[in-house]
């Protein structure tokens, strides 16, 4: 498994990513994407030449999708590895992981969310601060 923190990944930004999305995940700290695709081939004996001819995808989409150089993906090439690697869910080949109190606060926030339709109040302050951003007043 392939794990790439938040904090590298906006270090490693891209150029056409504007600030409000890179400081927006930014306030996600600690948390990583893990990449699983390597260990789904090695689980099912097959090289990523193998997974690129059972997908018809080029053996560099496959290289770049395993080692999180390419994490762009889209809908068609996703459920063509889900349906060459017979998996039923993208945690299966992707996942975020949150560090602990991070998760459990998203947990209670949620919840609150949901049941009051309230948004939580550092939702609140994040939506207004993007919005000042936006506009230029911050």
């Known amino acids: 498994m392939k794990k ?8 490693s930004g891209h150029s056409l990513m504007n600030n409000i999305v890179m400081d927006t995940a930014g306030l996600l700290g600690e948390a990583y994407f893990a990449i699983k695709i390597d260990d789904l081939l090695k689980e ?12 018809g995808m080029r053996v560099g989409t496959i290289s770049e999708l395993v080692n999180g150089k390419g994490i ?3 809908k068609v090439q996703l459920f063509a590895l889900m349906a060459a690697l017979r998996v039923k869910s993208i945690d299966d080949l992707y996942e ?6 991070l998760e459990m ?21 994040m939506y ?4 000042l951003k936006s506009s230029g007043l911050l």
């Open 96 to 101: 975020m992981k949150f560090p602990e109190d």
């Open 4 to 11: 790439m923190k938040v904090q590298d990944l906006l270090q």
């Open 72 to 74: 762009s993906i889209n």
């Open 44 to 55: 099912r004996g097959i090289t990523q030449k193998d997974l690129a001819q059972m997908t």
């Open 128 to 131: 207004k601060n993007n919005v």
């Open 105 to 125: 606060t998203f947990e209670k926030e949620q919840a609150e969310w949901k049941s009051t339709k309230e948004m939580p109040v550092a939702v609140k302050e």
